[in-house]
């Protein structure tokens, strides 16, 4: 007797299609499960007997060998519980055929029965769409997210014994669920009560020039690095540059949803409608900032994708671990390369990165606090190398705010983080428009050479500008790009068509970092 049961594995923050198969023979009662189980998967046969055993089914008195096809790949992960459950149930005659053949299954079992969560449901329903099944079933706390995927039939089981009833009867009972379509959709930035909660930029004191350089970056997309003493608020604005980028789209969403996904970070399974803001601790390893372990799992940088992610006192990371960032700051993508294959994961993000001026943090404050040498200060900001730092498109000192403006000051309307998303709302709609249908770029701050020459394109007096700027600061191919990049940015928040002068002129200001140039 002979059954199959549709289910499915990740790798990476893809699904693909992984078939249960169950036969029961004559001979002495033994269960075996082939096609490179791992250590968790092999685990499973004494799951699964217990689960059948106290849910009243029994584990049949035969020889039963359970085949992960494609054999090939390595098998890892708890979720195959409960394809291997039932597809012994239906070579046992409990379950019809019929009822397996456009329904995929997913979930670990308790020895009880119940259906526990698994990570990475999302991918495995975005997959069974493609692949044109009609239903998938998973425990009930991964319905949520099952449910952003439109167009399948989501039902949610909390036991063996109610899956069972399913696929024979079809009845949906007080155990079983089902879901169409997307429930979470899309919500508006009205309804989630945009400003509630959420830290606002009107609550900073000062740093004018930082909190426009926040602007633009949050405009374009561009990578931005603070420079300044402790205390000076760089910690506080970089937490505010979530709260004033757009709201995530269903498509983004469910990119980060996938994401999260994988990585068992939803929370009661819910995708998280803010983008994602990472702040990892200068002790990240190289594994926790791109990915990495077995089964690969998504670094840092992932999880930060649609998002922010906020490296604060830059020096402090270990240079070769700054330096992995080179590949995702330019492609949106980590690759991790592996014996079995290589895995791209997702990276598209804003780095908002911190550093002090110096060891000591008070080079540069107006006081002659400063205490380090300039040894000292050369081998701290050589901690951070010149290819990264061309990377980083906005560069602004913030300096230490004095205690007077800090008592008794209005906030200011103009400067709330409610006032300067409209800004950057309507600056991100015009780069949409501008970008619709160019191999799926969004802001400037993913422009080519060829989209820069396309659509910002200088006229002679600011191309004249730019030169000389460029001869006088020593600025590299790229860091001249990025400087047009930056320009086009603050054009699109002025609602100018064309890069005019004075666009190009504040570009370049936030390109020379005088705390890093003296």
């Known amino acids: 007797m002979l059954a199959h049961v549709n289910t ?23 269960f075996t499960v082939v096609g490179l189980a791992q250590g968790s998967v092999r685990e499973g046969r004494e799951r699964v007997a217990a689960a059948l055993r106290n849910t009243g089914y029994g584990l049949p008195n035969r ?18 519980d409960l394809p291997i459950a039932v597809g012994i149930l239906a070579a046992a005659g409990h379950v019809p055929p019929t009822a397996l053949e456009e329904t995929v299954l997913l979930g670990e079992l308790g020895l009880d029965g119940r259906l526990r969560p698994v990570s990475g449901v999302l991918p495995v329903a975005l997959w069974a769409k493609e692949a044109g099944m009609r239903a998938l079933v998973v425990p009930e706390q991964n319905a949520e997210e099952a449910s952003l995927v439109a167009g399948l039939t989501v039902v949610a089981a909390r036991e063996v014994d109610s899956v069972v009833r399913y696929l024979r009867e079809g009845s949906l ?39 426009r350089a926040l602007e633009i970056a949050a405009a374009g997309r561009h990578n931005l690095l603070m420079v300044g003493p402790p205390g000076a608020g760089k910690t506080m604005l970089a937490r505010r540059l ?30 998280a409608r803010d983008r994602p ?43 070769n671990v700054l330096e992995v960032l080179r590949q995702p700051l330019e492609e949106g993508a980590v690759t991790l390369a592996r014996a079995s294959g290589a895995i791209r994961f997702p990276a598209r993000f804003i780095l908002i990165a911190a550093m002090n001026p110096c060891p000591c943090g008070r080079l540069g404050d107006g006081s002659d606090r400063c205490l380090c040498d300039a040894a000292a200060v050369n081998r701290y900001r050589g901690r951070v190398s010149g290819p990264l730092l061309d990377r980083i ?50 802001a400037n701050a993913h422009m080519s050479s060829a989209d820069l020459g396309r659509w910002c394109r200088p006229s002679s007096a600011v191309a004249d500008l730019l030169r000389r700027a460029a001869e006088r600061a020593s600025l590299t191919a790229r860091g001249y790009d990025r400087v047009r990049r930056v320009a086009r940015t603050i054009a699109d928040l002025e609602g100018s068509d064309r890069v005019l ?18």
């Open 242 to 271: 979530p709260g004033i980028l757009p709201p995530l789209s269903l498509r983004e969403r469910i990119e980060v949803a996938r994401i999260h996904s994988v990585a068992g970070l939803l929370v009661d399974g819910q995708a």
């Open 173 to 211: 009972d007080p155990d079983v669920h089902r879901e169409r379509g997307s429930r979470s959709g899309e919500a508006s930035r009205e309804a989630e009560g945009f400003g509630s909660g959420r830290p606002d930029l009107a609550d900073v004191r000062g740093q004018d020039t930082a909190k």
């Open 277 to 319: 803001f990472r702040a990892p601790h200068h002790s990240v390893s190289y594994a926790g900032l791109v990915g990495g372990g077995s089964p690969l799992r998504p670094g840092e940088v992932s999880l930060a994708h649609n998002g922010v992610l906020f490296l604060d006192e830059l020096p402090e990371y270990r240079r």
């Open 393 to 442: 498109d906005l560069r602004v000192d913030v300096a230490a705010v004095p205690v007077g403006d800090l008592q008794g000051r209005p906030r200011a309307t103009s400067v709330a983080s409610s006032a300067v998303a409209q800004r950057v709302g309507a600056a991100s709609a015009r780069q949409a428009e501008r970008f619709q249908g160019e191999r799926g770029l969004y």
């Open 63 to 80: 020889r039963i060998t359970v085949n992960l096809a494609p054999a090939d790949v390595r098998k890892e992960g708890t979720a195959f």
């Open 8 to 30: 499915a594995a990740v790798r990476g923050v893809d699904a693909y299609a992984v078939r249960a198969e169950v036969n029961l023979s004559t001979g002495l009662p033994a």
């Open 501 to 518: 002068r004075q666009h190009a002129a504040e570009a370049l200001q936030f390109r020379v970092l005088a705390r890093l140039e003296d």
